[in-house]
T-cell receptor, first 116, second 111 residues
Framework: NAGVMQNPRHLVRRRGQEARLRCSPM?????VYWYRQLPEEGLKFMVYLQKENIIDESGMPKERFSAEFPKEGPSILRIQQVVRGDSAAYFC??????????????FGEGSRLTVL | EDQVTQSPEALRLQEGESSSLNCSYTVSGLRGLFWYRQDPGKGPEFLFTLYSAGEEKEKERLKATLTKKESFLHITAPKPEDSATYLC????????????FGQGTRLTINP
């Protein structure tokens, strides 16, 4: 039973380019969460999605960032026109419907974005 | 604003030397407090959920406790494989699904 799969694991972009990070939740999980971990900082919530719906995007920067979780395929976190401050580890987590309130999120191994 | 503060930032222990990690929190209404373990280059791994003051949970050499203002993660007779960063997070009442994490305590157990 595969866990949460994220790719790419490492991504290097130059300023102004676009970054696309993908996340396939665990089998049977329909809730996806994206968190960002900046160097020397804790994990920060970005967005919570269910299939085809954004439920809570209160942690997403207002510009350049977007997320989707289509009916088919992985969830995608898209960062347009990247800047150096976007360099971070981006973690995806998933949960089953009933586990949402227990905090038992299953995390992927993260995608590490470096902006040159 | 919900907030989580963990102390110490880093802790070095000898194998077998027991200690405790602290997590202080402020939250409008607590739905749950969670402990995760994170190894270098990996994603966090769920350990415990605590819901109300006085609750305790145990797993191998780890025991988590909860009061109205803080939680402790007690580590008894640790082994080198317990070395990791331990993260504390809270989830607020009111339907919010997000977790608010502390910065973590980096624990090193020397053989």
């Amino acid at each position: 039973n595969a866990g949460v799969m994220q790719n790419p694991r490492h991504l290097v972009r130059r300023r102004g380019q676009e970054a696309r990070l993908r996340c396939s939740p665990m089998k049977g999980h329909s809730h996806v969460y994206w968190y960002r971990q900046l160097p020397e900082e804790g994990l920060k919530f970005m967005v919570y999605l269910q299939k085809e719906n954004i439920i809570d995007e209160s942690g997403m920067p207002k510009e350049r960032f977007s997320a989707e979780f289509p009916k088919e395929g992985p969830s995608i976190l898209r960062i347009q026109q990247v800047v150096r401050g976007d360099s971070a580890a981006y973690f995806c987590a998933s949960s089953r419907d009933r586990d949402t309130n227990t905090g038992e999120l299953f995390f992927g191994e993260g995608s590490r974005l470096t902006v040159l | 604003e919900d907030q989580v503060t963990q102390s110490p930032e880093a802790l070095r222990l000898q194998e077998g030397e027991s200690s405790s990690l602290n997590c202080s929190y402020t939250v409008s209404g607590l739905r749950g407090l969670f402990w995760y373990r994170q190894d270098p280059g990996k994603g966090p791994e769920f350990l415990f959920t605590l819901y109300s003051a006085g609750e305790e949970k145990e797993k191998e050499r780890l025991k988590a406790t909860l009061t109205k203002k803080e939680s402790f993660l007690h580590i008894t007779a640790p082994k080198p494989e317990d070395s990791a960063t331990y993260l504390c997070a809270v989830q607020a009442l009111g339907g919010a699904q997000k977790l608010v994490f502390g910065q973590g305590t980096r624990l090193t157990i020397n053989p």
